[in-house]
């Protein structure tokens, strides 16, 4: 455990303030929370864009960590630069070097607390499976779309990412304040209780596998005909079926599962996240599943946190 480091981040967005406003106040009274003995680093991913409260200043930070970004210094864009800084500091190789990352979010969707991974690292598997067997949040499982790279945990050996919300952009809020601050409280007790072997893994990780995502329907300018149908508003979670509505128009027009090859039942997430419409991502459509836990996973955490 000599070297071992978990690397905290919020504010990689910097309209998503929640969390930043915790790690603030952490700052602020040690006390607030207990590291458990652990090496921990809070870190502001991006504090110029969290000073002018905008998503990001040039490109989202959050889809910069690619391998071609991180290795070349021919990108000088603000959010570039920034990736490059944190991976070169606190990164697998870096001077403060983290073998975890959590990276807190927050997002317009009803979507709760939840936790994303990237892939199927068997470590990031076996994390997840302990938050989720200690408070029970949904985990999405994120893969497949090669629009969409880069995310900072992926540059990490282990991580994941926190979404809280639903929450406006900017905005403090009672509820989305105290879910950080416990979901934050519960990581590093059960990353803690990973090094003392006091670890609980449970039997079975539940995963919603990312399918795809989809858009809302355009006319030939480009300009959304369509909105987010009321029966599926704020239902981030509910499973659908072929004939459930998506999106619905003035004229009563519906659009539903079917009119999308898709399969039979679906659980949509971070339905109409105000991020996601200069990504053309009215929401993404996951298959839920449940995956037996896999020794494996363990063996790669335990390598990992050793
Ligand atoms: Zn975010």
Redesign the pocket.
């Known amino acids: 455990m000599s070297n071992f480091q978990v690397l905290l981040v919020a504010g ?2 910097g309209n ?1 303030i929640n969390a930043p406003w915790v790690f603030d106040q952490w700052e602020q009274n040690p006390d607030l929370l207990d590291r458990h003995g652990l090496q921990v680093i809070p870190v502001i991913g991006n504090p110029i864009a969290l000073e002018k409260c905008q ?1 990001y200043l040039q490109r989202d930070l ?1 889809r910069s960590f690619t391998p071609e970004f991180l290795n070349s210094s021919k990108f000088t864009d603000l959010e570039i630069s920034r990736a490059k800084y944190l991976f070169e500091l606190f990164g697998p190789k870096g001077k403060s070097s983290s073998q975890i990352v959590i990276d807190f ?3 317009t969707s009803c979507m709760g607390t939840s936790l994303v991974i990237y892939g199927r690292r068997p470590a990031d598997l076996a994390l997840a499976s302990l938050i989720q067997n200690r408070i029970g949040l949904p985990v999405y499982l994120y893969e497949g779309d090669s629009s969409q790279k880069g995310f900072l945990v992926e540059a990490w050996p282990c991580g994941f ?1 926190v ?1 809280i919300g639903p929450v406006p952009q900017g905005t403090l809020n009672s509820r989305i304040i105290k879910q950080t601050f416990l979901t934050l409280k519960i990581c590093l007790e059960e990353i803690s209780k990973s090094i003392t072997g006091k670890s609980c893994f449970p039997e079975n990780l539940i995963v919603h596998r990312h399918l795809k995502s989809i858009d809302f329907p355009r006319d030939f300018s480009g300009k959304p005909i369509a909105f987010i149908h009321g029966d599926l508003e704020g239902r981030d979670w509910k499973t659908i079926t072929q004939e459930s509505p998506l999106f619905e128009d003035l004229k009563g027009e519906i659009v539903r599962l079917s009119d999308y090859s898709c399969q039979d039942e679906v659980v949509p997430v971070f339905v109409n996240e105000a ?1 996601y419409t200069e990504k053309n991502i009215a929401m993404s459509l996951t298959k839920r599943e449940v995956w037996t836990f896999d020794e494996n996973w363990k063996d790669a955490f335990y390598e990992l946190i050793s």
Do not use: G, K, M, Y
Request: no cysteine.
């Open positions: 990689t967005h998503e998503r959050n979010h927050s997002t990412v979404e991020a």
